[in-house]
């Protein structure tokens, strides 16, 4: 096995130690499905000795992804019926998504686009498709922030990626340019002088939303990738996905959230588990959450915390949904609950 490539087959991973031998068929039946990539440096972090090892448990596939429950959806946010044109999906008024590509570095097994990404995906756009993506938003005023995401769209090269940047550049109502990516985690390398000096080309606002999930992701060469970044004036914000085995447990949650703020990065989004197909054994309650959520509060400062939100299945947007910590009471005053979960009223009672 080459060390210097992702792992992507079963035998690759039987090979590499991921995966028992006993378990190659059904892990091979998951790969038909699914597509699969581990890269060198996730492959490297992973710990073999722990059967339950939280970054294994977010790349290696299971054979419990061949589970297939009645709510699952092939597209759980509901991105089809919100694209205009091939890469556009235009859900909210003022920003648009611009899925330039559907490959990734490395496939989450809870990937809410799993039926769309990969090699058997959607694929990267054609220049046709990319010029009536560019002029789809280019029509569109009200467009304000423009949101590439796919697939993670680092895996372009730095020339690509700068083409896009110089074609957004001249649209004025375009303010933000935002990417969605795991590439400083799970391939710090990438982030070099020519990608930084790309994702600048617009001359735009630019901000980069970094998914992690566990506080071991965030690794010194993950961090420094980060300060390249950073150091060039992007902006950064994370998004995580709330998993079952993975960071339900408050004093993980707590450590991931610090080490992004270390990092520099502002903790953005919590997500609750999306309904994608074969990922029910990541799913936690929505009571779970919002209990793990607030346990947050008063264990770590206010820059640790994130919003915690559920994509409304069929495309209606997001929605926080963290516990309330505040009730009217039908007097005209409120009853609030501290950190502590002691209540208190407010206005206070004379």
């Known amino acids: 096995m080459n060390v210097h490539r992702p792992i992507k087959t079963a035998g690759e991973l039987v090979d590499a130690g991921l995966v028992e031998p006993s378990q190659h ?13 581990i890269s060198p440096v996730i492959a490297k972090l992973i710990d073999r000795n722990d059967p339950n090892d939280p970054i294994a448990r977010q790349f290696v596939p299971d054979s419990a992804e061949l ?30 998504l611009l899925k330039a590509v559907h490959v990734c570095p490395v ?12 090699p058997q995906g959607l694929g990267t756009l054609t220049p046709a498709e990319l010029d009536a993506a560019i002029a789809y938003i280019t029509e569109h005023e009200e467009i304000w922030e423009v949101i590439l995401t796919g697939g993670d769209p680092l895996v372009l090269s730095p020339r690509r990626l700068a083409e896009i940047m110089e074609r957004l550049k001249p649209i004025d109502h ?24 790309a994702l600048k080309a617009s ?11 566990h506080p071991r992701e965030l690794t010194p060469e993950a961090r420094d990738a980060s300060a390249r970044l950073i150091d060039a004036g992007i902006v950064m914000v994370s998004q995580s ?7 339900d447990d ?7 959230m610090r080490a992004f703020v270390e990092t520099r990065i502002k903790p953005y989004y919590l997500h609750h588990p999306d309904l994608a197909p074969g990922t029910s054994h990541f799913r936690l309650s929505i009571e779970e959450g919002q209990a793990l959520v607030a346990s947050l509060r008063g264990r770590v400062s206010g820059l640790c915390q994130p919003a915690y939100i559920l994509d409304i299945p069929g495309g209606h947007g997001k929605a926080v949904i963290s516990a309330a910590s505040i009730a009217a009471d039908g007097g005209g005053c409120y009853t609030v609950t501290d950190f502590r979960g002691n209540e208190h009223t407010y206005p206070p009672k004379i």
């Open 25 to 37: 068929g059904a892990v091979s039946r998951v790969a038909e499905r699914y597509a699969v990539a």
């Open 67 to 96: 589970t297939l429950l009645p709510e699952e959806r092939e597209d759980p946010i509901g991105d089809k019926p919100h694209s205009p044109v091939a890469g556009i999906v235009h859900r909210y008024p003022d920003r648009v």
């Open 107 to 118: 496939y989450c097994r809870f990937c809410f686009r799993r039926e769309m990404v990969g």
């Open 174 to 197: 375009v303010k933000i340019v935002r990417f969605h990516t795991r590439v400083p985690v799970v391939e710090p390398e990438r982030i070099n002088a020519d990608l930084v000096a």
């Open 203 to 213: 001359g735009k606002a630019t901000y980069v939303a970094l998914h992690a999930n």
């Open 241 to 247: 996905v709330l998993l079952k085995g993975v960071n």
């Open 250 to 256: 408050a004093d993980v949650l707590a450590s991931l």
